[in-house]
């Protein structure tokens, strides 16, 4: 069983588009972070939600919003996309102080 | 912002070898992670090392942690080829009340058959 699953795998888009990734998570996890991943494979966090809370914003363009409908559950819509915002995004979860768990991926790629 | 220093940056090693990557951080942590990350995959967690603990092993995984001098080291002894992969040490730190790992910029290990 996929523990974090996020879809879609790849995602191809004009500048300008509003799209949505999805992330969902069955380890009972109270804890969920989205990641950006440039090229150079610089991993920057971008947002944590716990148990439905919004408690990590760390200075990502408001064109980002995130959405927990449940603890299961961490969406990320982002509108008006740019170039640069051209990069992998990795959904993951954690336990309290334990390791986190990753999801495959998403190759956002604007055009 | 990061925290965690990974050295190398890039390691290129025989199969059998053993490859050794250094992490160095700032402040004070939790515990501190090591995770890998083959091409085109999400990052997997290797293992854990509390502050309060000074060698883990794990298979062929060694991490050594030093609280005095902030750093950490991940060896992997007699390496093969599927451990061909970006390391990444993650640094559990409490910022207030929010919890979060704060990442290195990652070692690229390749391991030549």
């Known amino acids: 069983d996929t523990a974090v699953s996020q879809t879609p795998k790849y995602l191809v888009t004009q500048m300008g588009n509003d799209k949505s990734i999805k992330c969902e998570q069955n380890l009972g996890h109270d804890t969920m972070y989205w990641y950006k991943q440039d090229s150079k494979k610089f991993l920057k966090i971008m947002f944590s939600y716990n148990n439905k809370e919004l408690i990590i914003n760390e200075t990502v363009p408001n064109r980002f919003s995130p959405k927990s409908p449940d603890k299961a559950h961490l969406n990320l819509h982002i509108n008006s996309l740019e170039l640069g915002d051209s990069a992998v995004y990795f959904c993951a979860s954690r336990r309290q102080r334990g390791e986190q768990f990753f999801g495959p991926g998403t190759r956002l790629t604007v055009l | 912002s990061q925290q965690g220093e990974e050295d190398p940056q890039a390691l290129s090693i025989q199969e059998g070898e053993n490859a050794t990557m250094n992490c160095s951080y700032k402040?004070?942590?939790?515990?501190l992670q090591w995770y890998r990350q083959n091409s085109g995959r999400g990052l997997v967690h290797l293992i854990l090392?509390?502050?309060n603990e000074r060698e883990k092993h794990s298979g062929r995984l060694r991490v050594t942690l030093d609280t005095s001098k902030k750093s950490s080291s991940l060896l992997i002894t007699a390496s093969r080829a599927a451990d061909t992969a970006s390391y990444f040490c993650a640094t559990d730190t409490t910022a207030g009340n929010n919890r979060k790992l704060i990442w290195g910029l990652g070692t690229s290990l390749a391991v030549n058959p």
């Open positions: 090392i509390r502050s």
């Open positions: 402040t004070s942590i939790n515990n």
